[in-house]
């Protein structure tokens, strides 16, 4: 197979026959250019990968073709994060190519490196560095290719905008696709090589718009929705009326009455297929099921009960010091509960799958932030070999940690081998997408915590069911602490699972609402106070930039207007967001004017996309703060749209929404992605205890439990 046929494949060629090499043939037949591998083993990256991967030797990251292009490789995919931007930059700068050179090639698992999935706020972090060195390694390649070509020593080399020339002469130069072209170089990275400092970067550091913003606006950039394949069918999937209903009965033919209807069915997994999405729907409708459901135990407003009744296992994650003589030691002590219901990830893009088996092997174009675990999960589910399994680079319309979870893409594998040849499309309905989303955990926190009346902290005991512990390690000087995690195996009626900055948004609410309760108690300006407790540098430095970019006051703003500060760690990053918030003292109705996100996130990569993944922290922050409750009975979900479930309008958004951050070039780059987003439920329930005097010690804070508190 040709590189160009490759490359036709990569831009979606559904025409082309089904791509499936091992990564040694990959390698072998890619063609003129220079590719640069990295040894997994030897790196250490083995820790990091399901067991079950066997790894091939080396992965590709970086080819220089002989049209002087490049390819990127990587395995994280790109969900409107904008690291299809980042990471050509970081190739862009050690490579000395534009920006625009580079191809990003992302999550198809024939081509790119394996990895475990796109989550956490971990892309930057780590691909950064491998991206870096291998664009090193390439450039080092170059400038010894060309010193033999132009007959000249190695040290007299310098790489500039995609050539090398002469540093004494500049005419004296040859370009990348003159030295790639007829060349066949694979070289294989197993140390790290020298990468740039702070103070040498021009393209690291500097704002660039998203590379994929025209495809965007245009309507050219492809979803998994989007593949149109010859005979494409559609399906619709009979659905119970809740999690573990058993199928009693079911009469399909009013389905079959439907014309072009094909109906398919293994045991309760019934099918329908049709060339008419809206007549697929209309075939499913027609089928008349009966389900024997569960009984209830509990609904949205009785499930923090039942959670502190039944998370019996307990786990110390921090402690220090005698947290009685804190007690002891304290003026005032305060003991307060907090409460957070689940959160769907309502992705405008609902889970989705395109795929075709043929001949014992299936190609899928699926929505997930996993490709490398849903070709395993489809395998599996098929058992078939891995290798018969070929997840295709899409883009996603978001997923939030939602779309870890592959469950459509398993069943477009079984519809699409129950209609072998047949290619198929499965778009979850927004019912659907509600019903089985891995919802954010519902979770209480009891906090015990004591001050002295000149506001030291003395002790601090957090008991979390439910939210886990990231982010809670203290960055405030408590001698005197414990930290605790309560949970159990099957607690939950539905599915859970991670949902940006997994528990940290929760437990971020319950600390700075707490810090913030105790603040006031003593009459202490809450930035004061937190500045007073606080013992980690980092921390300070994001409270402090965001303080000044506020203009914060101790002069308090007139009754009805209130600020709010939250600080929290996540991903790497120190984050606090300081916001001003309107409170309608007769409806309860919040509008946040005004959000300043302040960070200390160590090298920023693209200062525009820093700034747009803030912006849409604060703004997806303001639903969970807010509007956004799944409603149920135990595993009956009821919220099945966005007229159930409120994620915020325009109208909703702050009229200003600022980003600083630390500047620290010289140090590692760290998440950017879901820092901010933790300190939004704290930061406007602090603004509406300033603004009206009520308290909200459950999230979201609706009119109706803002007014409830101002009683």
């Known amino acids: 197979m040709k590189a160009k046929q490759i490359d036709q494949y990569y831009f979606h060629d559904v025409n082309s026959p089904v791509f499936s ?16 591998v990295f040894s997994l083993s030897e790196l250490g990256f083995t820790g990091r990968y399901n067991p079950q ?202 389905a079959e009455a439907v014309t072009g209807t094909r109906l398919l069915r293994d045991g309760d997994f019934i099918v329908v297929l049709h060339a008419d999405p809206e007549m697929a729907e209309k075939a499913v409708m027609a089928i008349r099921s009966e389900w024997e459901v569960p009984e209830s135990k509990a609904n949205q407003d009785t499930i923090f009960e039942y959670i502190k009744r039944n998370a019996t296992d307990i786990r110390v994650r921090y402690s220090g010091g005698d947290l009685e003589a804190g007690r002891k030691a304290s003026d005032i002590v305060f003991e307060h509960e907090y409460h957070d219901g689940y959160k769907a990830h309502a992705s405008i893009e609902t889970h989705t799958a395109t795929a075709i088996y043929k001949d014992g092997e299936i190609t899928m174009w699926a929505s997930s932030q996993t490709p490398f675990g849903t070709r395993q999960e489809v395998a599996d589910r098929l058992g078939i070999a891995r290798e018969k399994v070929h997840i295709k680079q899409i883009y996603l319309g978001g997923g939030f940690g939602g779309k870890i979870y592959n469950q459509q893409a398993v069943e477009a594998a079984r519809i699409a081998r129950m209609a072998e040849g047949t290619p198929v499309q499965l778009a979850w309905t927004r019912r659907e997408e509600f019903m089985y989303d891995m919802f954010r955990p519902a979770a209480v926190m009891k906090i015990n915590s004591g001050v002295t009346k000149d506001g030291i902290i003395r002790f601090w005991d957090f008991d979390i069911y439910c939210a886990g512990d990231r982010g809670t390690e203290l960055f405030y000087g408590v001698a005197d602490h414990r930290t605790r995690l309560l949970d159990a195996r099957g607690l939950h009626p539905f599915g859970t699972g991670a949902w940006r900055a997994p528990g940290n948004n929760t437990t971020t609410f319950a600390r700075e609402s707490q810090i913030d309760i105790m603040a006031h108690s003593i009459g202490m300006d809450p930035l004061e106070f937190r500045i007073k407790n606080m013992n980690n540098e980092r921390a300070l430095n994001s409270l402090k930039v965001a303080a000044e970019k506020f203009g914060w006051s101790k002069t308090k703003p007139p009754k009805g207007t209130g600020r709010g500060i939250a600080v929290g760690f996540d991903a790497g990053t120190y984050v606090t967001i300081i916001l001003e918030a309107k409170v309608d003292l007769q409806t309860g109705r919040v509008k946040v004017t005004r959000a300043v996100v302040g960070q200390d996130m160590g090298q920023v990569i693209n200062p525009q996309g820093t700034r747009i993944q803030a912006e849409g922290c604060v703004n997806m922050g303001l639903g969970y703060a807010l509007t956004e409750d799944i409603e149920f009975d135990w595993k009956t979900v009821n919220s099945y749209n966005f007229g159930d479930y409120k994620i915020p309008l325009f109208s909703d958004i702050p009229d200003s929404i600022e980003t600083v951050w630390v500047d620290a070039m010289d140090q590692p780059p760290q998440g950017g992605g879901e820092p901010a987003i933790i300190c939004m439920g704290a930061a406007v329930t602090n603004a509406i205890f300033e603004a009206c005097g009520a308290r909200v010690f459950r999230i979201p804070a609706t009119p109706e439990r803002i007014l409830e508190a101002m009683k």
């Open 21 to 36: 090499m091992d990564r040694r043939n990959f390698l072998k037949n890619l063609g003129g250019g220079i590719i640069i």
């Open 53 to 254: 991967e066997q790894l091939p030797e080396f992965n590709a990251f970086l080819r220089v073709k002989e049209d002087g292009r490049v390819d990127c490789y990587t395995g994280k995919i790109e969900m409107g994060q904008g690291i299809n931007t980042s990471l050509a930059q970081t190739l862009a700068e050690e490579l000395e190519v534009d920006i625009h050179d580079v191809d990003m090639i992302m999550g198809e698992t024939d081509l790119v490196p394996y990895d475990a999935g796109t989550w956490g706020s971990m892309t930057t972090r780590f691909q950064d560095p491998l991206i870096r060195a291998a664009a090193a390694e390439a450039r080092e390649v170059l400038r010894e290719l060309a010193a033999e070509k132009l007959s000249l020593p190695l040290d007299r080399m310098v790489a500039s905008n995609g050539r090398i020339m002469d540093r004494s002469d500049n005419t004296r130069s040859v370009s990348y696709a003159e030295l790639t072209k007829g060349q066949k170089i694979v070289r294989a990275v197993t140390t790290k090589p020298e990468v740039k400092k702070a103070r040498d970067l021009k393209v690291i550091g500097k704002s660039f718009n998203r590379l994929d913003s025209v495809k965007k606006v245009t309507g050219k950039a492809l979803y998994a929705a989007d593949i149109r394949l010859p005979g494409l069918m559609y399906a619709r999937i009979v659905r119970p009326p809740a999690h573990g209903s058993k199928l009693v009965s079911s009469d399909t033919s009013g």
